[in-house]
């Protein structure tokens, strides 16, 4: 079995369980190496919206809270089974922009795009400059009346800088669970304006006095973290136990 196969097989183990506390993943199935090796190769638009080698393994989950608003996992510029990748450049934007302009996914909903090779510094930045224009949607728009009205039955509110985002990452980032690691304490995103305030209140600070974590860390993309967000870290020490410490996202 190629190297991979079982990379993409890992991979989606692993952003079952990081994906799992704000969408729902339990829907997912789980697929051996074998079963995955037959999806790769299936490149029929009738499988998946997003043509090209691996689109079969490509996979979408719903918000737990805002079940009309999905985050699509996609397997991007992949190579034939035996064959080396070829290199990604910022037309990849275009494609993705596509995505949306095309109708394949709803103009609200968020990418995961993981592709086979290292993120360089200039595909970041052309990913950073899609997402600016993605957001420039919402200058003359709200979300989708669906999402309003599951938001308000639900009583969890996000500001549409936390829709119709896109993070880029490699497909090492998901071979292993980094929230796992030993040395990785437990995180989350904390979104909500109310809670964010209630943070502020209790450290007795405004949200430019928390410390930072920048918006391209890996931990605030997996997160999804956007501007203004925080991650709650949980600490451990011997003398106070455990304990949370709040970094703001810029």
Sequence with gaps: ?????????????????????????????????????????????????????????????????????????IYYNFPENGRKSSKVTRS???????????????????????????????LEKSFEGLNIKLQGYY????????????????????????????????????????FNHRLVPEQKAIREKEKIQSILEECNCNLNQLPIILKDDIISKMLRLANGDICNILRNSDKCGVYPFYRVCK
């Design 1 to 73: 079995m190629s190297s991979v196969i079982q990379k993409v097989n890992s991979s989606r183990y692993n952003l079952k369980e990081i994906l799992s506390s704000e969408w729902i993943t339990d829907e997912l199935p789980d697929l051996s190496d074998q079963e995955i090796n037959k999806l790769y190769s299936l490149t029929s638009a009738n499988l998946s919206p997003f043509p090209g080698v691996a689109g079969a393994c490509n996979f979408s989950v719903r918000h737990k809270f805002i079940p009309s608003y999905k985050l699509h996992i």
């Design 92 to 122: 990849a934007c275009d494609k993705v922009e596509n995505y949306y302009n095309e109708g394949y996914i709803n103009n609200d909903d968020s990418l995961f795009i993981i592709i086979n090779d290292p993120v360089s510094t200039s």
């Design 139 to 178: 200058e003359s728009r709200e979300v989708d009346e669906n999402i309003q009205n599951e938001m308000k039955e639900n009583n969890y509110h996000l500001d549409k800088k936390h829709f119709r985002n896109v993070h880029l990452f490699t497909i090492d980032n998901f071979t292993n669970n980094i």
